[in-house]
């Protein structure tokens, strides 16, 4: 099987602290992963490091194939648009625009027609269970509608990893269970692997794998399925 | 609550609410400048013709001087307003932290008061020696250009009763805003209820200045001045409306962020853009006048001084209420950007950086600053062009018809120009939003 | 266990016979042990000693003798008064992992790595009980549900155990 994501020894720190000490971590094409951790552990930090959006001070993160480090900042863009799905606490969608734009927004990025990137769109909301809501606005529906269609959002370019960090943090706890059934049947859905940042054990459960970060560095990964 | 808790509670408390109040204080100063002119004006007796410009001088034009300054004033006071609008979604949630707290609506709303009215004190306070210092500018101008007379004792009794009476009428405006926030949530108004309303606006505004252009109309210029500002007023927010939902269909995301974000700004956006199409208007007129000025050689020796001052004047006191307008619409589109930028954090994993995130700042701000502006001096320039049409009906006015056409293209390019330079100010706040550290923030 | 008062509560729906109260038993908790016919049996003769239930019927029509029960008055009152009661908290500190954990700091073993196999047992129970979720009898869920979040409360005391263990280690140096 190959590998969606691979990161190795990778290290970053703020201005202020330091929040990864050289984390190794690998996930392969399909699998979900969750990252666990006290708050301040740095899954966060490993996240954005992971995807792209944070430049690692040392260590390497390939995504999809690409040694991220190698790329310049444009096609850094690219591999982080076309490989890389996030969903986030609170839904993070564009609050002007409905539903079916915020999904299609990513779509429309990569050079998409626009017909042809909002038919995609909407059919994600179908599978995603907001499609009758696709021209409303976000703040017309609830966090976890909302978050149905970040789901949506992250899942529509077709991607090679899709983060989750604290997807279900707004949400009821039965609501974010639905949440969570809901993304791991859509990441397979879309043949994505998924690497969830979460301190919910009900939630972890969700994965293949556990990866429990303490203090940025690797405290132990233990196998779920 | 005591007065120590009031003053604590309505202090400024971020760098952006600082920000808001130097806007605030500094618009009220302004308009205090112009509000001190005016009744200055008002109150002078008669005036050597020798010394100051004949707009002071002659009984019958000094109206027209007080006029200007008050409409001046209440350009500013219409900044004053939109600064005072800044930080809502910052202060929504700190109002209804205060609410939890046990704050009741009226103290909510003295919070308010309390904030906007010392700004407005403030302002207040700062526009006497800023007036001084602009009568005793005036003074050192030629003749021709002295439209104020130098400062009178009179001048320091106006001057705190204009401060208190600022810091009331801003109190009034802060509780006012505060009262929408402290009321119970409202259901999501219905998005296109408003529209209705601000087109029978546009249409009153429009019948004014149609019923202003019938031969041996008795409606004066003032009306018809006025009949322009409810037809900009009414008309704008609609059309801005219309222009996003074409931007937000388009498919490209740039224009598609923009669209989305004039549509839910669209009345406020409006509001400046009404401003800018007086503005232009005036600077239609002023072109439309000097340009038929030039064919009557014979006139121009006769008083061109006198009309190339006063024409003068007009346009620059124009470019300070467009500058006003310009002020609020960026300070609008930076509050946008605070507001919104663990979103726009988001939108940069997907791939809309910065650079895009400004390119629709810019397509927000360019476009409709072109129209408005362009279309100002359309209609100014046009009406003076049928009111010399009624005044001299033999007279061919067409290449004056042309000219201002011209003109209207020119000028609204250079306002666009304009507001594009002037987005790029916002480089920094939006770097500063689609930072990734803001995908934690809610 | 409470096996009496939950006979009552089966038979509450209408009378029934032994049978049909160990099924009844079986479909409430189809993750637990299924009831012994034997148990259905002494507790059924148990109660009818005790005047909680009655026999209405006694029918062998060609098989087995086959008799059915119906709650009496008292049973009844006995089932509201059961139901109505809250469970006293269990006497904390006996449970086996707490006895492995002190055991495991005692000795000088590496509490981390145990906690690294407890999470993947438990945390592989939490997954194999949501799997499970779909589908089954209407209640089903709850007692999943009480199962998982038990184990997530052990798992939280585990984090909490070893952050102070940590904790008292870094202070100690």
Request: with cysteine; aromatic share 4%.
């Amino acid at each position: 099987m190959t590998d969606a994501l691979e990161i190795q020894r990778v290290e970053y720190a703020y201005s202020r602290d330091v929040a990864l000490r050289g984390v190794s971590l690998g996930v392969d094409a399909g699998e979900i992963v969750a990252v666990t951790g006290p708050s301040g552990c740095g899954k966060s930090t490993l996240v954005h490091c992971a995807a792209g959006i944070l430049r690692p001070q040392a260590g390497t993160v390939t995504l999809a194939g690409r040694n991220l480090a190698e790329l310049t900042e444009a096609e850094r863009t690219r591999v982080r648009r076309t490989q890389v799905g996030i969903v986030l606490q609170f839904g993070q969608l564009v609050p002007d625009l409905s539903l079916k734009d915020n999904v299609a927004l990513p779509l429309l990025l990569e050079g998409h027609h626009a017909a042809a990137a909002r038919r995609a769109a909407l059919g994600w909301l179908e599978r995603v269970g907001v499609a009758e809501d696709s021209e409303a606005l976000p703040s017309e529906l609830s966090g976890g509608q909302n978050q149905r269609a970040a789901v949506a959002r992250a899942l529509v370019t077709g991607p090679a990893v899709v983060f989750a960090d604290e997807p279900t943090g707004s949400l009821d706890s039965r609501a974010g269970e639905q949440m969570m059934e809901l993304l791991v049947a859509s990441a397979r859905d879309g043949g994505a692997a998924l690497v969830i940042v979460t301190h919910d054990n009900l939630i972890a459960a969700y994965a293949d794998r556990e990866v429990r970060l303490r203090d940025g560095v690797v405290q132990h990964e233990v196998r779920l399925s | 609550m005591t007065v120590t808790t009031l003053i604590t509670l309505a202090r400024p408390k971020s760098s952006t609410d600082r920000r808001r109040s130097t806007l605030l204080v500094a618009a009220v100063a302004v308009a205090g400048v112009f509000l001190l002119v005016g009744q200055r004006i008002v109150r002078v007796g008669s005036l050597d013709s020798a010394t100051y410009s004949s707009y002071l001088t002659e009984d019958g034009l000094r109206p027209g001087v007080v006029t200007a300054a008050v409409l001046l004033a209440a350009a500013a006071c219409a900044l004053a307003f939109q600064a005072l609008r800044l930080g809502t979604a910052a202060r929504d949630r700190r109002l209804a932290a205060l609410r939890l707290a046990g704050a009741t609506p009226s103290q909510v709303r003295l919070i308010g008061a309390a904030d906007a009215g010392t700004s407005g004190l403030l302002g207040g306070v700062l526009a006497g020696p800023l007036y001084f210092a602009v009568a005793a500018v005036v003074q050192s101008l030629p003749q021709v250009g002295r439209v104020l007379p130098s400062p009178a004792v009179g001048d320091l009794a106006a001057w705190p009763v204009l401060a208190v009476v600022l810091a009331l009428v801003a109190a009034g405006a802060g509780g006012l805003l505060r009262r929408q926030l402290s009321t119970e949530p409202k259901s999501e108004p219905d998005r296109a209820a408003w529209q209705g309303r601000y087109l029978t606006i546009g249409a009153v505004g429009a019948a004014l200045v149609a019923l202003s252009l019938m031969p041996l109309s008795p409606i004066l210029i003032f009306v018809q001045a006025a009949g322009v500002l409810l037809a900009a007023s009414g008309f704008a927010p609609v059309a801005v409306a219309a222009y996003a939902r074409r931007l937000e269909r388009s498919g490209d995301p740039v224009r598609m962020l923009a669209g989305g974000r004039l549509l839910h700004t669209s009345r406020s956006i409006g509001r400046m853009l009404a401003l800018l199409v007086v503005c232009g208007g005036v600077v239609g007129a002023v072109l439309a006048i000097g340009r038929d000025r030039q064919l009557s050689e014979r006139e121009l020796a006769a008083s061109g001084d006198f009309i190339y001052t006063g024409l003068g004047f007009v346009a620059l006191l124009s470019l300070f209420a467009a500058f006003a307008a310009g002020v609020a619409m960026l300070a609008g589109a930076a509050d946008d950007l605070l507001d919104q930028r663990s979103q726009l954090a988001a939108l940069n994993v997907f791939g809309m950086g910065a650079s895009q995130v400004l390119r629709s700042v810019r397509i927000q701000l360019t476009g409709p600053a072109a129209v408005a502006v362009g279309a100002g001096v359309l209609i100014g320039g046009g009406l003076v062009c049928s009111l010399q049409n009624r005044v001299d009906p033999p007279a061919d006015t067409s290449s004056v018809v042309v000219f201002v056409l011209i003109a209207a293209a020119v000028v609204g390019v250079l306002a666009g120009g304009v507001a594009a330079l002037a987005s790029g100010v916002l480089s920094g706040q939006v770097r500063d939003a689609v930072d990734p550290a803001n995908l934690r923030t809610t | 266990m409470a096996t009496a008062e939950l006979v009552l509560g089966l038979l509450s729906a209408g009378p029934a016979h032994g049978y049909d109260v160990k099924r009844g038993h079986d479909s409430w908790f189809p993750d637990s042990r299924p009831l012994a016919f034997g148990q259905v049996y002494t507790t059924l003769g148990r109660l009818e000693r005790d005047e909680l239930v009655e026999v209405v019927d006694r029918a062998s029509e060609g098989g087995p003798e086959r008799t059915v029960y119906a709650l009496t008055a008292k049973g009844r009152e006995r089932l509201a008064r059961w139901l109505a009661e809250p469970i006293e908290p269990a006497p904390g500190g006996v449970d086996e992992m707490v006895r492995k954990v002190v055991a495991t700091i005692r000795t000088g073993e590496d509490a981390s790595a145990y906690l690294a196999r407890q999470r993947a047992i438990y945390l592989h129970r939490i997954r194999e009980l949501k799997s499970a979720e779909a589908g089954g009898d209407s209640s089903s869920w709850l007692v999943r549900d009480y199962v998982a979040l038990h184990l997530d409360a052990d798992l939280r005391w585990l984090d909490r155990a070893l952050d102070r263990i940590t904790e008292q280690k870094e202070t100690n140096r």
